[in-house]
């Protein structure tokens, strides 16, 4: 089977003093990996660089086997999203809907109410995600960091994407959250069988969330394997 995602000699300039450069990064089927080594500009290129958002200025990015340019128009550009789930903290949540309208919006815009068969699914996500039932009819507004970021994880891998991009997850998060984060993002992902690129600082929640960790040198693009764990 191809790879999931493969970078090879990839540039990209973007407002920084040097270009993002990767040489070769590659995830096959089921593999997690998590990337350490880029601050929040150069993950947020890394994060448009896989999805076709941007293309580089050197080397090349594939996606289950085929170039991101080779994306003939926007229309097939917005195809291709559905192939990814995406945490980030610049996606967006509602603050004046509630946990549950939130977590609904991949399946359905009618949110007010949500449909029965809609809020059956969404609540077996929301379990899966360590989601209490007793806060899915609160304002997200009110909600703590630690909730907000599994929402965010639950509407990444409601419509069954084909590979999990994690940006920067848990810095929002207390130190005394992301190791569970961690554990329940592997344990979601291996049910899955999901492919997943991590991109984090923190070392303690690639640790429980990957199969292996990776150190990006940034002035020369090269990763360093800096542990992989057992049980891959």
Same mark, same amino acid.
């Given at each position: 089977?191809?790879?999931?995602?493969?970078?090879?000699?990839?540039?990209?300039?973007?407002?920084?003093?040097?270009?993002?450069?990767?040489?070769?990064?590659?995830?096959?089927?089921?593999?997690?990996?998590?990337?350490?080594?880029?601050?929040?500009?150069?993950?947020?290129?890394?994060?448009?660089?896989?999805?076709?958002?941007?293309?580089?200025?050197?080397?090349e990015v594939q996606v289950l086997g085929r170039s991101t340019t080779s994306i003939a128009d926007g229309d097939e550009w917005l195809a291709s999203l559905d192939?990814?789930?995406?945490?980030?903290?610049?996606?967006?949540?509602?603050?004046?809907?509630?946990?549950?309208?939130?977590?609904?919006?991949?399946?359905?815009?009618?949110?007010?109410?949500?449909?029965?068969?809609?809020?059956?699914?969404?609540?077996?996500?929301?379990?899966?995600?360590?989601?209490?039932?007793?806060? *899915?009819?609160?304002?997200?507004?009110?909600?703590?960091?630690?909730?907000?970021?599994?929402?965010?994880?639950?509407?990444?891998?409601?419509l069954n994407p084909q590979l999990l991009i994690l940006e920067h997850p848990t810095a929002g998060l207390p130190p005394s959250d992301r190791r569970r984060f961690?554990?329940?993002v592997a344990h979601i992902a291996q049910a899955r069988g999901l492919p997943t690129l991590i991109i984090s600082e923190d070392a303690e929640f690639s640790r429980?969330?990957?199969?292996?960790?990776?150190?990006?040198?940034?002035?020369?693009?090269?990763?360093?394997?800096?542990?992989? *764990?057992?049980?891959?």
């Amino acid at each position: 089977m191809p790879d999931v995602l493969s970078l090879v000699n990839v540039r990209k300039h973007y407002q920084s003093l040097r270009p993002l450069r990767i040489r070769t990064l590659t995830i096959g089927p089921g593999e997690r990996v998590a990337v350490s080594g880029l601050d929040a500009g150069a993950a947020e290129v890394l994060v448009n660089l896989v999805t076709g958002a941007s293309v580089p200025d050197e080397g090349e990015v594939q996606v289950l086997g085929r170039s991101t340019t080779s994306i003939a128009d926007g229309d097939e550009w917005l195809a291709s999203l559905d192939r990814f789930g995406i945490v980030s903290p610049r996606a967006v949540l509602l603050d004046s809907a509630t946990l549950l309208q939130n977590l609904a919006m991949p399946f359905t815009l009618e949110i007010d109410p949500v449909p029965d068969e809609i809020q059956s699914r969404v609540t077996t996500l929301a379990d899966e995600a360590g989601l209490v039932a007793g806060v *899915l009819l609160q304002p997200i507004a009110g909600l703590t960091p630690e909730i907000r970021v599994r929402a965010h994880l639950v509407r990444a891998v409601a419509l069954n994407p084909q590979l999990l991009i994690l940006e920067h997850p848990t810095a929002g998060l207390p130190p005394s959250d992301r190791r569970r984060f961690g554990m329940d993002v592997a344990h979601i992902a291996q049910a899955r069988g999901l492919p997943t690129l991590i991109i984090s600082e923190d070392a303690e929640f690639s640790r429980e969330a990957a199969h292996q960790t990776l150190a990006l040198n940034p002035a020369t693009g090269e990763l360093k394997q800096k542990k992989r *764990l057992f049980g891959w």
